[in-house]
């Protein structure tokens, strides 16, 4: 697949929808689309998106099930994987892409133990880059290939784990695109956790944006307890003090893993959702 026109895959669960995909610089880009588009249908961009809709390309086998999720929404709206970028040479480019780039860049100590510390260190990070791409080509190419109206309201950032961290780094670096950050199991052990703090104040609070974290309570997910809790005290502290401004949630007896992400899924699709009604 090239820098070119999109295809249109085919896939047996598809209902009233269709999924379209092309690469653009070095990534590919899967978008579920509702035959039912306007100009108001809002958008969520994901990332590791070859865990969104193929078990065929997924990292475990598992999929977070967006297809049977989003068609079981009252509104259906665009969703965009973002594969992160092959390249057989940086095997751990999903950390390079996906690390808050500006935040360990002005304090290195933030790495703390992260596995690939040393690794990330030696190279130079990649997420400002991969945030610029998402903000400055994939969106505005998704709307006007759909004419929508896209507004900050109707525009969400979704990931878990790494991705989760990279979700809210990336709403604070473009406060102006996004007004939704959806972070699943979001990855804070490993690093210091000055790193919370860190990131979390990048975030936009006029206007505010809004913000979902969550954690479970096994395996790595346990690793978060604490400092899942310290970050919803540092938003609580800060201004995120109404339940459609901010979700902190723990999920007993869950893990880490696609299979558990996506049973939250429509749960948080819908707080998303209902959230923009609101702000309207």
Not at 53 to 75: C, K
Request: with cysteine; aromatic share 8%; proline share 6%.
């Amino acid at each position: 697949m090239s820098d070119s026109a999109w295809q249109e895959l085919h896939h047996d669960d598809l209902v009233d929808a269709k999924i379209i995909s092309r690469e653009i610089t070095g990534h590919r880009v899967d978008v579920y689309v509702p035959n039912d588009v306007n100009a108001n249908t809002p958008v969520v961009v994901m990332h590791d998106g070859k865990n969104l809709f193929w078990p065929e390309h997924s990292t475990m086998g598992n999929t977070w099930g967006v297809i049977e999720v989003v068609q079981g929404l009252d509104i259906r709206p665009i969703v965009v994987g973002v594969w992160i970028a092959n390249n057989p040479a940086l095997p751990s480019i999903r950390y390079f892409e996906l690390a808050p780039q500006q935040v360990l860049e002005a304090d290195p100590s933030l790495f703390g133990e992260m596995p690939v510390g040393e690794e990330v260190r030696d190279h130079a990070l990649l997420g400002d880059a991969y945030h610029r791409m998402i903000a400055e080509e994939i969106i505005p190419e998704i709307v006007s290939l759909f004419n929508l109206d896209l507004k900050r309201s109707s525009t969400a950032l979704c990931g878990s784990s790494m991705g989760g961290l990279t979700s809210l780094y990336g709403a604070g670096l473009y406060p102006d695109v996004y007004g939704t950050a959806l972070s699943l199991s979001t990855h804070l052990a490993y690093w210091s956790p000055d790193i919370i703090e860190a990131v979390l104040s990048g975030l936009s609070t006029e206007p505010r944006t809004r913000i979902w974290i969550d954690r479970g309570t096994e395996e790595l997910d346990a690793l978060y307890e604490g400092l899942h809790e310290r970050a919803a005290e540092f938003l609580r502290g800060n201004g995120w003090d109404t339940p459609s401004e901010l979700q902190a949630k723990v999920y007993p007896g869950t893990n880490h893993s696609e299979p558990v992400w996506r049973d939250r899924l429509p749960e948080i699709f819908t707080w998303w959702l209902e959230g923009i009604a609101l702000s309207h």
